[in-house]
């Protein structure tokens, strides 16, 4: 990014004076975006919430959708002081509006699933590689480097559709995961054969996958015995099976699948970023990200005290859109600051396709 400016500074001066004009007011919105992604790269837990503050600050004035917002809750964000204090923006606006900062130039859709005949949400990104960048870094903190796996990844809602973030995230996964790693549609037979191929090669397998599928492949029987494979669920019905507790999947799977753990991702199109689970449900965040539970039937309630409620969502890497997301899901602390449990979804909440479990 650094380098591309250096050339656009190099040609600024060729344009005439209205041009320059244009083209330095452009140039300062870029310099200011790429400053706050180094920050965001280099944040730690002590600085996260100062610069979840000064975020706040460029985002209330840059993004006019989120303005519109405040000023219409009346609230000065001059009078914001610390993170209990900002304001959500309700999920549901990704639905109506396009929710992107001034002078970001989008680059790529993201667009969620929906029901059939629903509205559906559009993440307008103005950097994709910032985004894969993003996305590796907190799988890699996770799991370690991408090139010990082979991923298998069986998504069929997902790669019926042309604009998944999930699936931009897995094929970016792929990029540097082993060669033999690969998409299933419905040809569950084909992925078992992979993975007998793959056990008798010795190499570490990451199946992932949305969670109607996993209960397919499991109904069939697969053996994923061993600490060094990974069976990853991504949430999601579909509508092609009754609705379970979290729990109660994860029991199936590992029964099906002859192995002793599932692990979670929670992500959506509206977040750049991801939180994984390695058992028991138990969320971790990246440094830049931050789950903070509201009271139910107070979505503005400036405190955060709860044990359990409804989940807003601090994600930094949001910085060309919006990093502060009033979410219908629902969860409770495991550690306050850096775990959660992921509960399920309000009474009455449109079903989002990329979460539909529920937990107990």
């Not at 007011?25 to 280099?42: A, P, V």
């Not at 969670?211 to 029987?221: K, W």
């Not at 949001?318 to 219908?328: Q, R, Y």
């Amino acid at each position: 990014m650094k380098t591309q400016n250096c050339v656009l500074i190099s040609t600024i001066f060729k344009i005439n004076a209205k041009g320059r004009i244009i083209i330095f007011i452009l140039l300062f919105n870029m310099l200011q975006s790429d400053h706050y992604k180094d920050k965001i790269l280099n944040i730690n837990k002590s600085n996260f919430e100062d610069l979840a503050i000064e975020v706040f600050q460029y985002q209330s004035k840059n993004n006019l959708v989120y303005q519109e917002y405040l000023n219409h809750l009346k609230i000065d964000p001059k009078q914001i002081k610390s993170i209990q204090e900002i304001p959500f923006l309700p999920i549901e606006f990704y639905k109506s509006f396009n929710v992107i900062c001034n002078k970001i130039t989008p680059r790529l859709v993201f667009e969620s699933s929906g029901t059939t005949g629903a509205k559906t949400s559009k993440h307008y990104i103005g950097d994709p590689d910032f985004y894969k960048e993003i996305s590796k870094s907190i799988f890699e903190t996770q799991y370690g480097d991408l090139k010990q796996y082979a991923i298998l990844a069986l998504l069929p809602s997902y790669l019926e559709r042309g604009n998944s973030s999930l699936v931009f995230m897995v094929n970016h996964f792929m990029q540097y995961a082993d060669i033999e790693s690969g998409y299933f549609l419905k040809n569950l037979e084909e992925l078992k054969e992979k993975v007998d191929t793959l056990k008798s090669k010795g190499k570490k397998i990451l199946l992932i996958g949305v969670s109607f599928a996993l209960l397919d492949l499991a109904e069939m029987g697969l053996d994923l015995s061993g600490d060094h494979h990974i069976v990853m669920e991504t949430g999601g019905m579909k509508g092609k099976r009754e609705e379970i507790i979290r729990e109660e999947l994860h029991q199936i799977l590992k029964s099906g699948l002859n192995t002793q753990k599932i692990h979670s991702e929670y992500g959506m199109t509206e977040l750049l970023s991801q939180f994984y689970a390695k058992k028991n449900g138990v969320f971790t965040f990246p440094n830049w990200a931050r789950i903070l539970l509201r009271e139910v039937n107070d979505p503005l309630s400036p405190t955060f005290e709860v044990k359990s409620g409804a989940i807003n969502i601090i994600d930094l890497a949001n910085i060309d859109s919006c990093c502060f997301i009033e979410t219908k899901d629902l969860g409770s602390y495991v550690e306050k600051g850096s775990s959660v449990k992921i509960l399920g979804r309000l009474d009455q909440a449109d079903i989002r396709g990329c979460n539909l479990l529920v937990n107990e």
